[in-house]
């Protein structure tokens, strides 16, 4: 292991990113879908710089009451404070706390690294609720004149709660999408927001990013049994459907869906198709800005011909440097074998190693809120 960090180390040589730190993480038999996904959200350098300045504000809390939260902070702290700029760190702490919180994670089976992606950061964004909301309860019953004060912004008069609390986890992954449908016989369009940590998009085979975006805002027509209730007509209409992405994240997750139930099979089966994705991406379905760009700094791969068995690795984009990390052993790998992971463009061949989760940072051109 010393080796190939060594390797790595020389690999770079005088280009070693100062204050970086390449370490490998521990597999505890099949955690690598865990270990692919940590090692993104690493390399999403506003996520972890917020998670370490949470850490600093927030050491005695580790003490005194352990979550997923405290587990990650502690593990990021532990590998940026390293001496060595590479080597293994074994994530067991977190990967504890992970499977005694939810026993979908206890099994020494095959996991999905997106649902873990998805599972982790929305108890990351429950913990921080909660703590908001226990200080401010703190905070209230201390100084009850600063209520007045400040007006009816916490709760309205009957009770409702006010807009949701936005966390740093909220600020780094969330956007908002925008579903609107269009009677067809009025033609009153009615809007519906939703929030979004990730987007999940179905894939063809030999597409790309942008055309699967572009199916996932495509118009639907809700006829027959699908009728929508329109409100000005007060009945079920034929209507158009679409949705768009009205406020794009900062960080940009994108899942493909490469796990498909086959009816007749009975199970899931795993799509090899070729997808590629752009190392920079154009958003040109979002309602305000004219494009978003985002540029690609880590995937996610699945590798295996099959949904239920398999390993994850990760391509990581760190100082113009490409990495990849595969549980203990890191190494540096051409910018240009990144297309090598989009998939196959025939049904059986012997690549079996797929894009799954791409993350994609907002390139600052102006607007980035």
Partial sequence: ?????????????????????????????????????????????????????????????????????????????????????????????????????????????????????????????????????ATKSDQETSSPTEKIANGPTSVHANGVKKEPLVTWVHKNFQGILTNETKCLRCETVTARDETFLDLSLDIEQNSSITSCLKNFSSTETLNAEDKFFCDKCCSLQEAQKRMKIKKPPHILVIHLKRFKYIEQLGRYKKLSYRVVFPLELKLSNTVEDADAEYSLFAVVVHVGSGPNHGHYVSLVKSHNHWLLFDDENVEMIDESAVQTFFGSAQEYSSNTDHGYILFYERVSNGSTS
Avoid: W
């Fill in 1 to 133: 292991m010393g080796a190939a960090g060594s390797k790595l180390e020389k690999a770079l040589g005088d280009q070693f990113p100062e204050g970086e730190r390449y370490f490998g993480l521990e597999n505890f038999g099949n955690t690598c879908y865990c270990n692919s996904v940590l090692q993104a959200l690493y390399f999403c350098v506003p996520f972890r710089e917020q998670l370490l300045d949470y850490y600093s504000n927030n050491k005695n809390l580790a003490d005194a009451d352990e979550n997923l939260l405290t587990c990650l902070a502690d593990l990021f702290m532990q590998i940026s404070s390293q001496k060595k700029k590479t080597g293994v760190i074994a994530p067991k702490r977190f990967v504890q706390r992970l499977k005694k919180q939810n026993e979908i994670f206890r099994s020494y089976m095959h996991q999905d690294a997106h649902e873990f992606l998805n599972y982790l950061l929305n108890e990351l964004v429950d913990i921080l609720e909660k703590e908001a909301s």
